[in-house]
């Protein structure tokens, strides 16, 4: 980054490591501003007016899972807020089938953590143990693709998971820990948007991977499309309407569950502790605690000095970056040398190897919703 023109935002901690930042005449950054209203349009509305709606989805939630042995699914990481849903879908009297994804990066910890949870609560868990050399083989690809966001098998992973589970169990309605007040502030150029966006990650394996993907679940835009219409799936957000403090939160976890912090947003897995606080700094040039940061000061949950402190300390321990730099490699199989030169080698946007946006893919995607989509709608018309 040029110093001369570095710039960081007056109200938040957003700065021009974001290259899509712009600044008003305050120096108040786009970030702030788009935060402001998405947060009129959700977190900022009268609390009770928030609580009816989660009553009324609590509601439709065992209306539609009458009769089943399970009303509801909730992907549980371990995390602060995917242990929150857990502790709430209790106290609202909902009847959930916990999952867990392992895909071979878990802490000791979040194993812990989830144990606890799964105990306490009473609930059933369902750990998806994912092939490790597949997976492996996937997220190495990505690493060898120079691309930022080597996050994107473990998300298509779960999405396309969650959704396999949720027809085999029979289960209407999905929980999840989408939270506004902590997440909402994330710059464009720091993740890829495209999370569920098959043709990308088929080409970046086809490209750099070895060996064949035959586990590896799935959900391109065309199964997207059939499960819109034939399974629809009713999704409910708890936190964005619950009256949500990060700190009592944890604090309600350690006090009601016995769960213990991780230091750190995600750090519940050892890769993404290590994507986040090594790779993405290191490689990308980008500290993604600024966009988790810059939501909590934009929702009143910390103060722009509080941030400030956070951000000079070091992303993680620098002993355990050592440690986890090490097992990185290790599991990995490759040599130092071999990582330095994934490290090295200069970044490549997503979009180069091709999306399912692009031209012939999405043609491909259309005709096919124009000729099945009608035929699906009467299926769907049936089915109720
Ligand atoms: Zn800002």
């Known amino acids: 980054m040029d110093n001369k023109n570095y710039r960081m935002c007056t109200r938040c901690v957003m700065d021009t490591t974001a290259p899509e930042i712009v600044f008003d005449e305050k120096g108040v950054c786009n970030f702030c501003k788009e935060y402001d209203v998405l947060a009129v349009k959700t977190v900022l509305r009268p609390l009770d007016v928030r609580l009816k709606e989660l009553d009324e989805a609590v509601l439709k939630i065992k209306e539609l899972g009458k009769g089943q042995k399970y009303d509801c699914l909730i992907g549980l990481s371990g995390g602060v807020d995917s242990s929150y849903i857990c502790l709430w879908a209790k106290k609202v009297g909902l009847r959930p089938l916990i999952v867990h994804f392992d895909n071979g990066w878990n802490s000791e910890l979040a194993v812990k953590n989830i144990e606890n949870i799964i105990q ?9 143990v994912i092939s490790w050399e597949e997976f492996k083989d996937l997220q190495l690809a990505y690493l060898k693709a120079s691309v930022i966001d080597i996050e994107v098998p473990t998300d298509q992973l779960i999405f ?102 991780y230091g750190g947003k995600h750090y519940e897995s050892v ?68 990582f330095d030169e994934l490290m090295n080698k200069p970044t490549v946007p997503h979009e180069f190897y091709g999306t399912q946006w692009d031209k012939h893919e999405f043609r491909k995607h259309y005709i096919f919703k124009r000729l099945v989509g009608p035929l699906l709608n009467v299926v769907a018309a049936i089915k109720k």
């Open 160 to 261: 396309a998971s969650l959704f396999k589970i949720a027809k085999k169990y029979k289960i209407k309605s999905v929980v999840n820990g989408l939270n506004i007040v902590t997440e909402a502030i994330l710059p464009r150029s720091w993740v890829y948007m495209d999370k569920l966006d098959i043709v990308n990650l088929t080409n970046i394996h086809k490209k750099f991977g070895t060996i064949p993907l035959k586990n590896f679940p799935k959900l391109g835009l065309t199964k997207q499309y059939i499960n819109r219409i034939l399974y629809k799936m009713n999704s409910v957000a708890p936190l964005n309407l619950l009256d949500y403090n990060k700190n009592e939160v944890k604090e309600t976890l350690i006090n009601e569950l016995g769960w213990r912090d």
């Open 271 to 338: 890769f993404t502790r290590f994507y986040q606080g090594y790779i993405l700094l290191k490689k990308f040039g980008v500290d993604k605690r600024k966009a988790h940061l810059s939501t909590m000061i934009a929702s009143g949950q910390i103060t722009r000095e509080e941030a400030l402190q956070e951000l000079a300390r070091p992303t993680y321990d620098e002993k355990l970056q050592k440690e986890d730099l090490e097992y990185v490699i290790k599991k990995f199989g490759l040599t130092q040398s071999e």
């Open 120 to 128: 306490k609560l009473g609930f059933d868990l369902h750990t998806h």
